[in-house]
Structure formats: C-alpha cells, structure tokens
C-alpha cells in the first residue's frame, strides 16, 4: 500500500508521546521579502529564550555513495509545538529566521544522528553548517548506557516508540505529506528533545545512587549497576528501569516473602520463636545478605520463610539432622565405613572436627565432609595423589568411587577388622558386563563377571 496516497493512514493518538501542536510549513510557499511563515515567532522566541529544542533533518535515502539527495524535511519541537519545515521545493533558500537558530552558539540543537553527516548534508543544501548539535545517541555512549539506538533508548527511558522503520523509505517529495509522515517526524524531533534531559541527568556507573525507599525493597548496587537482590535481576542502567522493576507484580510477589526476615541477617520483629527453631535446624543467616541456607544439608540460599518451612520439612533434611545429632566422634564412628582412609577426625581442638589429610579441608558436620570429598578440588587432588576419585550420591547419602560406582570403604579399619569379611557386588550402570567389587578389611581385589 502506497502510504504516500492514503491520506488517513496514522498511528493512533493514544500510542504518540506528542500530544500538542504541529506545524507544518511549505518553504516555497514563504514570501521572499517579508519572511513571513506560521511558527516565525515561535521558533525566534525559541532562540532568544531557550537553551535547546529538538532538532531533526530527513532527506530521501542515497541509493549509493555518489549520490546526494539533498534535505526535503528539517524540524524543530521544544514544549507542545513542533515545527516541519518543507524544503523539497525551495532549494537553498531558508528564512532568515531559521537560519539565525541554525547559528546561535547559545541555541542547542539535539538530534538522534552523525553529526558530520548532517552538517555536510547542510552544507550541500543550504550552503552553510549549524553549530551547537548534540546527538542523544552519542551522549548515550559516554553515558555507558548499552543500547543507544533512538527506539531503544525511548524504551528504556519510558517514552513510547511506534513508528513504523518502512516510513523513512517513503516519498517525502509528494505535494502533501501524509499523517503518519508527518506524526513519524514531529515523534522523532520530539523525543529527541525529551530524551535529552533523561539522559544528560543520567548518572555514570560510578555515580549511581540509590533513592529513598530503594534499599528497603532489596535494591543495591552492585559492579556499578542496580540489582535487585530479592529477584536476583540485574544489572538495571537507569533510574527509571529500577522504578518499572520495582513496580512489577514478579517483584512485589517475592517481596512479600522476604519482608519476612530483617536485614543483614537479623530476625524480623514478632519472629524470635521461629528463627529459633530455624536455628535448631542447622538454619543460619547469610552474612552480608537478607538470605538464609542450611548447613546440614548445604543447600540454600532461602530468601522466603516458605521456602525454608518446605526445606526443613522435607526428608533429606530429617535425616541428615538425624544422622547428625550427637557428639561428632560418634557421627564418625558410624559413618567411618563409608570415609576413605585419610580422612580422620582430628579431637586436638576445642572441638573435634573432620580433616581431609589429601586435602587439608576441614569440616565441622558430616555432610559438609561428603560435601567436599565429592567436589572437583577434591577430585583433583585425588587424580594428583594417585587415589580413586570418590563422587557424593546426594539420593543415597554415600560416597561412591567413581570408576566402579561402588560404595567406598576405608581400607584401614583397625578395630573392625574381624567383623568384616564379606564381598559386596557393584550397581549395574549400564546393560553391558561390568567388574565388582570384594572389600576386605585390608584390600580391595576386582573380578570380572
């Protein structure tokens, strides 16, 4: 469809930003001697009182690099008025008027652009270059903002942006342009000019601060960008991101569970009997957060009381609690069947505690030990030192090695040697023949089935 013959093709109101006056004026059509055009007075008052307007020039696309077309649309919008001026018949002649808010040095000009192209393009039509331009995409870049494109940062500062891209490749030479071309330049000119102010005020990541009300929702800043540490979404390059952020219903939904918990760790008002259950549950605070995890379990971390209720009631937990309680030395005697030789329970402290000799890792719960002994620094270490690599089974709560999937057994069991004298086979991980495993209190021998 040809948008250049249908007169009542537009973009809807409700969808514009700009909601106030546009002018449109035919250059042609000014007379010669007086100057005299609607908008005159507006656009001079403009330059002897105003410090900016939006600025925006449009010429039909080059089709290659020795072409030139010359500017057939220039625009001016400050407030509620945007001026089109037409110059696709009036080759180089502009008012005087114009040309005088071209040239002040006090009058800037933003626009969404190469500088240099448009001052070469106005050098080619008009024969002279304006000054003091300013390219809102370009302060967009020293602002580190990331995506500096005019759609996008309208959309990122809260502006809306529907015009069509397939409108700028339209005739702009026609005798009358149509709505939309019209509403596409005074929204481009406009948001220029609005978009100037959001992001001059802009603050650097080095500068970024957090407003009134902002922390207490779980705002902070982090690596010099806003996150959100109830949601964990970030990072977040504006003010205006925060406040959309803050205002969505996934936000507010999480809120109300961590406003549960206090801050850095401490317990909310009215909450002292459960955090002591919490606590009797191997529940602790994360330090430096409004988080929580569990150290039986090593599992976490919880920013919601729900959450932790769930874990704490699940069986994993119950039984890790169950197999913990009691004096570590008895938790490791019952469990020294399924530790490898060199882990040891070291008694020369204030408090007994685990030790890894492979690794000097040392732990203060059993499962934090498992924990380890199936981690990659320990299996790394394992690999150095010539040791079977040992995985952590979190369904079984044992250690299996890993190139056989069996059980692991302390080859030394000093004061259980002669109740062990038996020969367990190996789980089947896969449907071809594979070799078990027959411990005995001082060796570990394979056969082949």
């Not at 410090?51 to 290659?64: A, K, R």
């Not at 507010?252 to 909450?271: D, I, L, Y």
């Amino acid at each position: 469809m040809d948008l250049n013959t249908v007169d009542d093709q537009r973009i809807p109101a409700e969808q514009c930003s700009f909601h106030g006056q546009t002018i449109v004026v035919d250059v042609e059509d000014i007379d010669r001697h007086s100057e005299d055009f609607q908008g005159r007075e507006w656009l001079e008052r403009m330059t002897a009182e105003s410090t900016q307007v939006g600025w925006g020039l449009h010429w039909h696309p080059d089709p290659n690099k020795y072409s030139d077309n010359p500017v057939v649309l220039m625009s001016f919008a400050c407030g509620d008025t945007v001026l089109a001026l037409r110059t696709h018949r009036s080759q180089k002649f502009l008012p005087a008027s114009v040309s005088q808010a071209l040239l002040s040095t006090r009058l800037k000009k933003i626009c969404a652009g190469d500088q240099g192209t448009f001052m070469l393009k106005m050098y080619r039509s008009f024969d002279f270059k304006p000054v003091s331009l300013i390219d809102v995409e370009h302060l967009a870049k020293q602002k580190t903002i990331a995506e500096t494109n005019l759609p996008s940062l309208a959309c990122q500062f809260g502006f809306p942006w529907v015009v069509p891209s397939h409108i700028w490749d339209s005739d702009w030479t026609t005798w009358s342009l149509t709505q939309m071309q019209i509403q596409a330049a005074t929204e481009k000119c406009n948001l220029c000019h609005s978009l100037f102010e959001k992001i001059k005020s802009f603050k650097i990541r080095s500068e970024l601060e957090l407003a009134a009300g902002w922390s207490e929702q779980g705002m902070k800043i982090k690596d010099g960008w806003y996150w959100c540490t109830i949601c964990e979404s970030g990072p977040m390059t504006s003010a205006n991101a925060v406040e959309l952020h803050l205002a969505g219903q996934k936000h507010r939904k999480k809120q109300e569970h961590w406003s549960t918990f206090g801050t850095n760790g401490e317990s909310a008002p009215g909450q002292p009997e459960l955090l002591a259950d919490l606590l009797a549950q191997r529940i602790v605070a994360v330090p430096g957060s409004n988080e929580y995890r569990c150290e039986c379990c090593n599992a976490g971390p919880f920013n919601s009381i729900k959450v932790i209720e769930k874990h704490v009631a699940s069986k994993k937990h119950q039984r890790l609690v169950a197999q913990e309680s009691g004096p570590l030395s008895v938790v490791f005697e019952n469990e020294q069947w399924n530790l490898p030789e060199y882990v040891t329970l070291d008694v020369q402290g204030a408090a007994p505690i685990l030790l890894c000799t492979l690794c000097g890792s040392k732990s203060s719960a059993m499962s934090q030990m498992y924990m380890h002994l199936g981690g990659d620094k320990h299996a790394k270490k394992c690999k150095h030192a010539g040791f079977e690599e040992i995985i952590f089974s979190k369904d079984k709560q044992r250690l299996n090695l890993q190139l056989l999937d069996s059980w692991c057994f302390a080859t030394v069991l000093k004061n259980r040697k002669e109740q062990f004298n038996w020969s367990l086979p190996m789980e089947k991980t896969s449907r071809m023949s594979t070799p078990s495993l027959t411990c005995f209190p001082q060796k570990a021998t394979l056969h082949r089935k």
